[in-house]
């Protein structure tokens, strides 16, 4: 059967249920989100519909509201339609999928499973969003055709955020609509779609509440802090920057001891059963109610001052009283200060000896001990495991990935050494020959088969392009701050690799030597990477010195070899794609700009920001937004209007918290494309590389015909900039540099409209920069980024 989902029906409009329909809005399916009618509804409104539907109306509010945004663009929220389960379950007979999210309750669950039944049409896919139900209670007394077509959908919180959806066949799910939403679940949602067994808590949480136990254990027997263990088991180690204790404030610790409860009372066959168990730090907390964010204290609490300024205290776990934040005061962890290699990091910190390294060896091998023993229980291939836990809980590195990286025959010694025996199927592996759960052959990604005692593809990397898996073999040219590798098909591949891939003078050699090589050998060449941000801007700490030094000629020489380098990116003679995902700030986003497309990962946060260290975007962005803002004039419609939207874009350092934001606000252009799923941004880059390629590139040409404003425009901007400043909403400094983002934008003071050519604007983008270099608050500015890490506002 031909599957397509133009239609969901979400049912429950909880903090999952209102977050889940949100995420459907944004890829543009039209949602139906239902609830319950209020019970305390007084006799008068009975009747009236939006009182019934209060419910559901205040909790889609709500979450079109919270911070982070569940959705892209808040004119999504028009294709989510509201209504409740006793006058609208008939409309479910309209839609292709219909996913349960109510309150975790088996008798519950099935009284709205009655109601479905009797209006869904058959065919329609049916799934439910438990976290721990078995598929095989909610399918009992159900239609054959309800069963067929019903299995779990488990996202996880928050949905558009957080990359895993776990799928869980119920006993008679047809295996065609696992591979259904196995692959929508990648490419149309995003997500890492892991296919799981109908085990308690199935994968993630089965494997990520256990490591949270075990660490809880840990830290109690060696009596260490709160603010020690956030330290140590964060971003250090390749985990959520939230790290452990913040994070059970953050999910609420209630959350984390039911399922931890639950977990103890249905294993009654888990070799570590009793790690399920509450530690005296968790049990204490538990019981004083203190379950973090949603009770206003946790292990953390937020308080104010004897001058009113908001600080946070940090729980003693042995007094149970707060005080100040602790710091981590451990040798590994001054080992590891400069190292920004994860893996690197972790083989050290693993191996060290203190307590820090006590700490680690005892919790990764508890863990490594605990995942072997669940296969096959509730994966028969190890890489779901792996797979499941960093899309849920936000490691960069798998259980079975750090093992491997710790070299799987000395861990297993070690582990035996401190009682973390691992199963026989481990010492099987080994006995054979086979030294690793994972290999790399000719670029793709193999895992450990344990029935066959081989190495099989993970399903789906095939026709993926993993830069980490092509880093030894397909290299052509690299320097310190970026690569450039051969990706197939005669399309390049340029990787920066800086400190937040920052662009100095390393990243500037790498496009210019990238574009060299693509234009004499290949179709084109595609600039993306798989870190966390595709760049966070230019490289202040060179131009700082500069600046304090007073040596503007050197400044000049900068600005000017930037702003080539980007013409050189818009005027190559081969089609040149940027593929931004997370942060493309400043610099990055100007390199976005001038490339011939932009294949954007849904999640980019992208924009021009330099006014908030005193500048304006001197690498072409104030030019390139100008330029747009011209095209976009259409008879009858006022042409400031479109420029001053530009401006206020720059002016107030805007950025774009998605892609599709980015598309409003034009820097993505309606021919840009959008990938969902992160893990296909290079492999999506790469076919929008030669779709332009085979389409005829043609080397553009510089415009000549850049209509701008002069006066006019300027006018225009000097009332708002004035009346921003004496409304006290901008200071004197912020004034002078929107008045140099204007003058850009404007072609300068031109007695009237006309067209300019682009190197004019790049010319007075460069001066203003220049000019802006040499202001005492702009360096001010620079140096609270660079030393302090916040933006000073002067």
Not at 312 to 337: C, M, P, Q, S
Not at 762 to 780: C, S
């Amino acid at each position: 059967m031909n599957r397509s989902i133009r239609k969901v029906a979400v049912l429950g409009s909880g903090v999952m249920g209102s977050r889940i329909a949100c995420h459907f809005a944004n890829i543009g399916v039209e949602v139906l989100l239902l609830d319950m009618v209020p019970r305390d509804l007084p006799e008068e409104q009975k009747s009236n519909k939006a009182a019934r539907n209060k419910l559901v109306n205040d909790a889609l509010t709500t979450a079109l509201k919270s911070k982070p945004s569940p959705i892209y663009d808040l004119s999504f929220s028009n294709r989510i339609s509201t209504g409740n389960f006793e006058d609208d379950m008939s409309k479910v007979s309209e839609v292709d999928w219909i996913i349960e999210v109510v309150v975790e309750r088996l008798d519950i669950k099935k009284i709205i499973f009655d109601q479905v039944e009797k209006h869904r049409k058959p065919g329609t896919l049916i799934t439910s969003n438990t976290s721990g139900i078995p598929m095989h209670l909610m399918c009992e007394g159900r239609s054959e055709d309800f069963q067929k077509h019903f299995c779990g959908s488990h996202f996880f919180n928050p949905p558009r955020y957080l990359r895993l959806l776990e799928i869980i066949p119920g006993p008679k799910t047809d295996p065609a609509i696992i591979d259904f939403l196995m692959h929508y679940g990648d490419l149309f949602l995003g997500k890492e779609t892991v296919l799981c067994k109908d085990t308690p808590a199935f994968i993630a949480n089965r494997i990520g509440i256990y490591a949270i136990m075990s660490a809880m254990h840990t830290i109690e027997e060696m009596g260490l802090t709160v603010g020690e263990v956030d330290r140590m088991t964060g971003p250090i180690i390749g985990r959520a920057k939230s790290a452990t204790f913040r994070t059970m404030d953050v999910v609420g610790l209630d959350t984390t001891v039911n399922v931890a409860n639950n977990l103890h009372k249905g294993l009654q066959n888990d070799e570590a059963r009793e790690k399920f168990i509450l530690p005296g730090i968790v049990e204490e907390v538990h019981k004083r109610g203190w379950f973090g964010d949603k009770s206003k204290q946790g292990y953390f609490k937020k308080t104010k001052d004897a001058n009113g300024k908001t600080e946070i205290l940090e729980l003693d776990l042995k007094t149970y009283e707060y005080g100040e934040r602790t710091r981590a005061n451990f040798k590994a962890l001054e080992a590891v200060k400069e190292e920004e290699n994860l893996k690197a990091r972790i083989k050290t910190l693993v191996n060290f000896d203190d307590k820090a390294g006590e700490f680690y060896r005892t919790t990764f091998y508890d863990t490594f001990k605990y995942v072997s023993f669940r296969i096959p229980e509730i994966s028969d291939e190890l890489y779901r495991i792996d797979q499941a836990v960093c899309a849920g809980f936000g490691w960069e590195l798998g259980p079975y990935e750090t093992w491997d990286l710790l070299g799987v025959k000395a861990t297993v010694d070690k582990m035996e050494a401190m009682g973390f025996k691992p199963a026989a199927w481990v010492y099987e592996m080994l006995e054979v020959g086979n030294d690793a759960f994972y290999k790399i052959e000719k670029g793709i990604k193999h895992y450990y088969d344990i029935p066959s005692k081989s190495y099989k593809v993970i399903p789906g990397l095939d026709e993926l392009i993993i830069l980490e898996n092509i880093r030894e073999t397909n290299k052509v040219w690299g320097n310190p701050g970026a690569s450039v590798f051969d990706i197939g098909d005669g399309v390049l591949c340029l990787e920066f690799h800086t400190k937040m891939n920052s662009m100095g003078a390393e990243v500037i050699e790498g496009i210019q030597t990238a574009i060299s090589m693509a234009e004499k050998d290949y179709k084109g060449l595609v600039i993306g990477n798989e870190g966390p941000n595709f760049s966070a801007g230019a490289n202040l700490a060179m131009l700082f010195m500069y600046a304090g030094d007073q040596d503007y000629d050197e400044i000049n020489l900068m600005i000017a070899q930037f702003q080539n380098t980007m013409r050189l990116a818009k005027f190559s003679s081969i089609p040149v794609v940027a593929a931004p995902a997370g942060l493309a700030l400043g610099g990055g986003c100007e390199l976005s700009l001038h490339c011939d497309a932009i294949q954007a990962h849904a999640e980019t946060y992208i924009g021009l920001v330099e006014v908030g260290v005193g500048l304006i975007p001197g690498g072409g962005g104030t030019k390139e937004l100008a330029l747009r803002a011209a095209d976009s004039y259409v008879a009858g419609d006022p042409e400031l209007n479109r420029l001053q939207e530009a401006f206020m874009n720059i002016a107030t350092a805007k950025v774009a918290t998605s892609a599709e934001e980015a598309r409003g606000m034009n820097i993505l252009r309606p021919t840009d494309g959008i990938t969902m799923n992160r893990k296909r941004l290079i492999s999506d880059a790469k076919k929008k590389v030669l779709e332009l390629h085979e389409a005829g590139y043609t080397q553009p040409v510089e415009r000549k015909d850049v209509k701008v404003q002069g006066v006019t425009g300027l006018a225009l901007f000097e009332a708002g900039i004035n009346g921003m400043l004496f409304g006290n909403y901008i200071s004197e400094h912020d004034a002078k540099i929107a008045r140099k983002v204007g003058y850009v934008m404007c072609g300068g003071d031109l007695t009237a409209p006309q067209e300019v050519s682009e190197q004019y604007l790049l010319d007075l983008e460069r001066e203003a920069f220049l000019a802006l270099t040499a202001e005492p608050k702009t360096l001010e500015r620079i140096h609270s980024i660079l030393f302090k890490g916040k933006p000073l506002r002067n």
